[in-house]
T-cell receptor, first 119, second 110 residues
Framework: DTGVSQNPRHKITKRGQNVTFRCDPI?????LYWYRQTLGQGPEFLTY????????KSRLLSDRFSAERPKGSFSTLEIQRTEQGDSAMYLC?????????????????FGPGTRLTVL | QQQVKQSPQSLIVQKGGISIINCAYE??????FPWYQQFPGKGPALLIA?????SEKKEGRFTISFNKSAKQFSLHIMDSQPGDSATYFC?????????FGKGTKLSVIP
């Protein structure tokens, strides 16, 4: 059982450039989440997918942020026109929602993150 | 609005001692309370979690104590080891979203 993987692990970019990060969840996990973690803080929820559907995106930080999960497997997070304030660790997590459904919170497993530095 | 308050911010414990980290939450809709351990440059790793229908859960050296009426929960690490030195985050879960505390940096000294 491989864990959540994220690529690249580190990204350095210049202000104004676009960046894209990839997340591969644990196989058979149908839910995928993106969080942002800044220095000295806990992760902050951004968005999540159930299969290929993005069911919550109101917490994305601005319209420069977008995420996709086109085939319900891997996901990408894109930041357009990066700003220095976007420098952070971007974390992906996944979970498996069973057929029984329900409303209780799933156990989320995090990847190693992508460290973004905007110069 | 900080929905999960975590204390202390940092903690130094001698090897073999007990490490205690406390969290308080505001959102009574939370139905899941995990603790994550994070090493520098790594993603958070799930350590132990509890649901509000129980008051205590123990896994090895790690115990969560949960007080629903006080809206507080804590992590106890027994027989703390230098390898436990990391940052620990508590969180409250509601539906799909986890709300994290700001973290506690634990240092276990030999």
């Amino acid at each position: 059982d491989t864990g959540v993987s994220q690529n690249p692990r580190h990204k350095i970019t210049k202000r104004g450039q676009n960046v894209t990060f990839r997340c591969d969840p644990i196989s058979e996990h149908n839910r995928l989440y993106w969080y942002r973690q800044t220095l000295g803080q806990g992760p902050e929820f951004l968005t999540y997918f159930q299969n290929e559907a993005q069911l919550e995106k109101s917490r994305l930080l601005s319209d420069r942020f977008s995420a996709e999960r086109p085939k319900g497997s891997f996901s990408t997070l894109e930041i357009q026109r990066t700003e220095q304030g976007d420098s952070a660790m971007y974390l992906c997590a996944s979970s498996r929602r069973g057929l029984a459904g329900g409303t209780s919170t799933d156990t989320q497993y995090f990847g190693p993150g992508t460290r973004l530095t905007v110069l | 609005q900080q929905q999960v308050k975590q204390s202390p911010q940092s903690l130094i414990v001698q090897k073999g001692g007990i490490s205690i980290i406390n969290c308080a939450y505001e959102n009574t809709a939370f139905d899941y309370f995990p603790w994550y351990q994070q090493f520098p440059g790594k993603g958070p790793a799930l350590l132990i979690a509890i649901r509000p229908d129980v008051s205590e859960k123990k896994e090895g050296r790690f115990t969560i104590s949960f007080n629903k009426s006080a809206k507080q929960f804590s992590l106890h690490i027994m027989d703390s080891q230098p390898g436990d030195s990391a940052t620990y985050f508590c969180a409250g879960g509601r539906a799909v979203e986890l709300t994290f505390g700001k973290g506690t940096k634990l240092s276990v000294i030999p």
